[in-house]
Every structure is written in structure tokens, then in C-alpha cells.
């Protein structure tokens, strides 16, 4: 057997069970603390989408959107979102995580390239600053510092909402559906956490660089 295969089926196996240990971790949760949170829906969905159960994901991202809003209390906890950083990055499609390797990596880049690092961080520093002196200062891999410094870790939470709206986007385009209308609620709706931004900014501008290849360039008609 392909070895390339055995991995694969070898990984499929491990988030299967990591998922189920995160839905006990959950059920747990809310039972105990009566906290309203349907997080491990979302990491469901993104393991669904990569198996392209696309059907599944749309039901489950309805199921999510039904659900309200976290209470504001509860949405600087790490538990109540949804968590790009390794290892539940590999949850996610390939292109969030790329995001995510070009994003962490161009800022750890910079403490060493400048004097970035160098300098003391005030209340106007913006976040490649504060990362940058994290890095110069701790001398810490890029997985310790998005573990273990929350400052940095919350700039890598995602909504459950936000999530919800991305996936039935890229459902809708993976599997030849109209997706105007998840497009619009996707775009109009507005990103609360920095690399919901990202994504959002990357998502949009990828889709009209498709457009334009799908449509070819506009011609005059003076030519």
C-alpha cells in the first residue's frame, strides 16, 4: 500500500479521535459550568469540509448560526473560540493554513531582520512590534510563543459565527452551488478579531481573482 495512503488514513484517524476527546471536553463544560457554547460544532464542520462532506457542513454551519452570540464575558476565553494555531490548524483548509505559516512566520522574521525586536513596547505599538520584541526577547520557538503568551494567541481566535459564514462559502464554490448569497453574508457581516480580517480579506480577493480568470479580461468596445 501507497505509504502516502497509510499516512493519510493514520491522520484521518487521529483527528477523528482528537475531535472526539474536544466533544467529551465540551459536553463536560457546558454541563458543569451551564456555559452555552457549540465550539466543537465548528471543529466538526472543518473536519467535515475536508472530507467533503459538503451537505454536512452547510447543516451543521446553520445549526451554528442559529446559536446566539457568545456572551461578551465569555469571548476572551480560548475554550469559547475557534483556534487556528497548531495543532488544531490542521483542522483547517489549506489555505487558512498557509495563512497562518506566512502570518506568524513574517513576524518572527522581523525581529531578526531589523531592530523591531529591539524596541520597548508602548500602548501605540502595533502587534508585529509586540511580536517581535516576544521573539527578540524570549528567544522561544514560534509554537511556544502562540501557546504560551495569550496577548499573541488571541490574535488567532476565530468566532464560531465568522466560521460558520466561511464555510458555507467554500461549500457553495467546492461543490458547484450558487454562492452569491453566502458571499454576501459572508462579506457584509463585520470581523471582530484580527485574523478573521485576514481571512476575510483573503477570501474576497481570492474569489475575484477567479472571476476574473473565469471571465477573461474586459475588452473595449473601441478595439
Known sequence: MDLSIVKQRVLDVLMEYALDIM???YNVLCKDFGVLCNTADCYRALCLYKYCEYDKVLHLCERILMEPELRSE????S???VL???PLNSFFDRDVQSLL???TLFYYLLSLNDDSGKLEFTSGSRFEQWFARVVYRGKMPISNILHTIYSIKCQYFLGRHFLARYLKVRCCIDSNLPYTEALIEFAVNETNLPFEHLIRRFLLRKLRILKIK???PRTSSNQ
Do not use: E, M, R, Y
Open 214 to 216: 473565469t471571465n477573461g
Open 23 to 25: 466533544t467529551s471536553f
Open 74 to 77: 465569555l469571548k476572551k476565553f
Open 101 to 103: 505559516g506566512f502570518h
Open 84 to 86: 487556528v494555531i497548531p
Open 79 to 81: 475554550f469559547a473560540n
